[in-house]
């Protein structure tokens, strides 16, 4: 309202000071002229596309011998492996992985260094590496020491080790790399030696998994089979001498059957006819009346109230038949006329065989992650939260007891519920939440693409909104899959495709 002195000292002290400061930021942004961007993130640590432009051009001129590219390519991937790291830390969910499959083609020069980058321009920091599918593995032919074929089989390139290359490239930028591996899937070539056929699972129909999955590649193997215990414990240590950030067992099931056949409702059904498991299943039996009603159920599928009154003959100075896991009845039941005795028997025998199949595969679970533990890498299980699903009297034909999976080891479900809204993933993440104990590391397997919808399922962002609102306790969550994301790129990099 009043017109005040002008105090022309404090005026030009504040002139200069800005001016200061003016010509101070000046000098500073063109000190930076010359440096690499500052990385922009979006809320899902997600690197803006100029950002992702000018790393990618760097990287072409890296890879033309511009040295001057070179250096500024090497310390971009430092850059951004340091706010990579930081913006996860503060954003949910703190482990945000992609599962990726390797092809021959990517010895290449450059093609692992620009797959690794483009994870990075998503926001993630884990990459589950796929290094045991189809019956081949990813280990350079000269020391691949396992049964099966190297998957990388181009001439000249014998010695090439795509999963070490993979790994160190994945380090270089901030992630960690897991050896993701198929388990009780052997594949197609294990099927094909002859010295491994006692190996291979076998239901009582005489079927291997070859005649009931439609593709025709997925072998099951006898999960009590020694050999096949032996070879893949010798494969995982192969993996395990590239020290991977961690391991993925994938496939840890039975096969997956169609219609009538997804239920296994009797025991001709269970892939419980090897001589390894039946074997096992025979030293269950508790005395000679157990003995010989399990042999007769698994022969038969069913026993008769003859079987058991011949039995009782056979063996007068047992009492009831027993095996591991069954509580006999009290005396005066077990007196009871075998017509009597018969339903409850045949239930339990039953049940015995659907456990036993079951408890094959937690033993090779067992197995296949010990040389994982002595060396403290984590590991993960990878299943389906509805694969241990009891249906009516049958079971899920895959036999997957997930639920009694070790809770030291990861927990990886596979929640690709398709119903067109979130409604069936977030169910399936809820229910193996209700069912795993206190502490254990839940990593939901989550299938889509971000920013539109696919395969019946929204968008990857729609998603994991819905996770967290619902599961704000989970640390990290994973996508299905770089192919998924890229699918261009994945085809060009499979069929050696340049552009």
């Given at each position: 309202?009043?017109n005040?002195?002008?105090?022309?000292a404090?005026t030009?002290?504040?002139?200069?000071?800005?001016?200061?400061?003016?010509f101070?930021s000046?000098?500073l942004?063109?000190?930076?002229?010359?440096?690499?961007a500052?990385?922009?993130?979006n809320?899902?640590?997600?690197?803006?596309?100029?950002?992702?432009q000018e790393?990618?051009n760097?990287?072409?001129?890296?890879?033309?011998?511009?040295?001057?590219?070179?250096?500024?390519y090497?310390?971009?991937?430092?850059?951004?492996?340091?706010?990579?790291?930081?913006?996860?830390t503060?954003t949910?969910?703190?482990?945000?992985?992609?599962?990726?499959?390797?092809?021959?083609?990517?010895?290449?020069?450059?093609?692992?260094?620009?797959?690794?980058?483009?994870?990075v321009?998503?926001?993630?920091?884990?990459?589950?590496?796929?290094?045991?599918?189809?019956?081949?593995?990813?280990?350079?032919?000269?020391?691949?020491?396992?049964?099966?074929?190297?998957?990388?089989?181009?001439?000249?390139?014998?010695n090439?080790?795509?999963?070490?290359?993979?790994?160190?490239?994945?380090?270089?930028?901030?992630l960690?790399?897991?050896?993701?591996?198929?388990?009780?899937n052997?594949?197609y070539?294990?099927?094909?030696?002859?010295?491994?056929?006692?190996?291979?699972?076998?239901?009582?129909?005489?079927?291997t998994?070859?005649?009931?999955?439609?593709?025709?590649?997925?072998?099951f193997?006898?999960?009590?089979?020694l050999?096949?215990?032996?070879?893949?414990?010798?494969?995982?240590?192969?993996?395990l001498?590239?020290?991977?950030?961690?391991?993925?067992?994938?496939y840890?099931?039975?096969?997956r059957?169609?219609?009538?056949?997804?239920?296994?409702?009797?025991?001709?059904d269970?892939?419980?006819?090897?001589p390894?498991?039946?074997?096992?299943?025979?030293?269950?039996?508790?005395?000679?009346?157990?003995?010989?009603?399990?042999?007769r159920?698994l022969?038969?599928?069913?026993?008769?109230a003859g079987?058991?009154?011949?039995?009782d003959?056979l063996?007068?100075r047992?009492?009831?038949?027993?095996?591991?896991?069954?509580?006999?009845?009290?005396?005066?039941?077990?007196?009871?006329?075998?017509?009597?005795?018969?339903p409850?028997?045949?239930?339990?025998?039953?049940?015995?065989?659907?456990?036993h199949?079951?408890?094959?595969i937690?033993?090779?679970?067992?197995?296949?992650?010990?040389?994982?533990k002595?060396?403290?890498?984590?590991?993960g299980?990878?299943?389906?939260?509805?694969?241990?699903?009891?249906v009516?009297?049958g079971?899920?034909?895959r036999?997957?007891?997930?639920?009694?999976?070790?809770?030291?080891?990861?927990?990886?479900?596979m929640?690709y519920?398709?119903?067109?809204?979130v409604?069936?993933?977030?169910?399936q993440?809820?229910?193996?939440?209700?069912?795993?104990?206190?502490?254990?590391?839940?990593?939901?397997?989550l299938a889509g693409?971000?920013?539109?919808?696919?395969?019946?399922?929204?968008?990857?962002?729609v998603?994991?909104?819905?996770?967290?609102?619902?599961?704000?306790?989970?640390?990290?969550?994973s996508?299905?899959?770089?192919?998924?994301q890229?699918?261009q790129?994945?085809?060009?990099?499979k069929?050696?495709?340049?552009?």
């Open positions: 309202m009043y005040r002195p002008l105090n022309v404090r030009t002290l504040f002139w200069r000071r800005l001016f200061a400061v003016v101070s000046s000098s942004l063109s000190s930076f002229a010359s440096q690499p500052r990385a922009q993130v809320q899902y640590c997600q690197l803006s596309s100029a950002t992702a790393k990618e760097l990287r072409l001129s890296a890879f033309k011998s511009n040295q001057n590219a070179q250096a500024r090497q310390k971009i991937l430092q850059q951004q492996a340091q706010e990579l790291g930081k913006c996860r503060r949910w969910p703190q482990i945000q992985a992609i599962w990726l499959r390797l092809y021959p083609c990517d010895i290449q020069p450059g093609i692992i260094d620009h797959v690794m980058d483009r994870i321009n998503g926001g993630y920091n884990q990459v589950y590496l796929e290094v045991f599918y189809d019956g081949q593995v990813l280990l350079p032919r000269t020391s691949n020491r396992t049964v099966w074929p190297s998957i990388i089989r181009t001439p000249g390139a014998e090439i080790d795509l999963l070490s290359v993979a790994i160190q490239k994945g380090r270089q930028r901030g960690k790399v897991y050896a993701w591996m198929f388990t009780t052997f594949g070539t294990y099927a094909q030696r002859r010295d491994r056929e006692a190996a291979i699972a076998r239901n009582g129909k005489g079927q998994s070859l005649y009931v999955v439609d593709n025709g590649s997925q072998v193997i006898d999960p009590y089979n050999q096949a215990k032996r070879d893949y414990y010798q494969l995982v240590q192969e993996v001498r590239r020290r991977p950030d961690g391991l993925l067992l994938d840890v099931r039975y096969p059957q169609a219609g009538s056949d997804s239920i296994a409702t009797k025991v001709s269970l892939w419980v006819f090897t390894a498991t039946q074997e096992a299943l025979f030293k269950r039996a508790q005395n000679y009346k157990g003995l010989d009603l399990i042999r159920f022969s038969k599928g069913f026993v008769t079987d058991i009154t011949e039995v003959k063996y007068p047992e009492g009831e038949p027993l095996w591991q896991g069954r509580i006999p009845p009290p005396v005066q039941k077990s007196i009871q006329p075998a017509t009597y005795r018969q409850l028997l045949q239930w339990e025998l039953w049940q015995l065989a659907v456990a199949a079951m408890q094959g937690l033993d090779f679970v067992t197995i296949a992650s010990y040389p994982a002595q060396l403290n890498i984590p590991t299980v990878v299943f389906f939260p509805d694969g241990n699903q009891t009516g009297q079971y899920d034909s036999l997957q007891p997930w639920d009694r999976f070790p809770t030291t080891l990861e927990w990886h479900p929640s519920g398709a119903c067109g809204n409604s069936c993933i977030v169910s993440v809820q229910r193996v939440l209700s069912m795993a104990k206190p502490g254990t590391q839940i990593v939901p397997a693409q971000w920013g539109k919808s696919v395969s019946n399922r929204p968008a990857l962002e998603q994991m909104q819905a996770l967290r609102q619902y599961a704000p306790q989970l640390k990290g969550v996508h299905f899959a770089y192919s998924w890229y699918p790129n994945d085809s060009d990099r069929f050696c495709r340049t552009r």
